[in-house]
């Protein structure tokens, strides 16, 4: 199909940050020819509290959110030109 293609990439610190995964991401982003952006998604606790709520446990409760610098450099990577 030759529909235009947003791709969005939850960064979590220490679980896909590392140089190859974001490599291993920008691999794939450059197999699908219709992307025409890609943001990526600082983890953040945010929205913590509606696990709580409805009584979900949060297996991400004490993870530290995302830096948003380092963010900020992945999605440079991911979205510069080759």
Known sequence: H????????VALPGINDSEKDIKAARE??????????????SF?????Y???????PYKLKDH?????RKAKEIEKYLTEKK
């Open 44 to 48: 953040h606790q945010l929205g913590s």
């Open 28 to 41: 794939i982003i450059d197999t699908i020819r219709n992307v025409v952006k890609t943001e990526v998604l």
């Open 2 to 9: 030759d529909k235009k293609v947003w791709v969005r990439y």
């Open 64 to 68: 530290p959110e995302m830096d948003p």
């Open 50 to 56: 509606k696990y709580e709520e409805l009584g979900i």
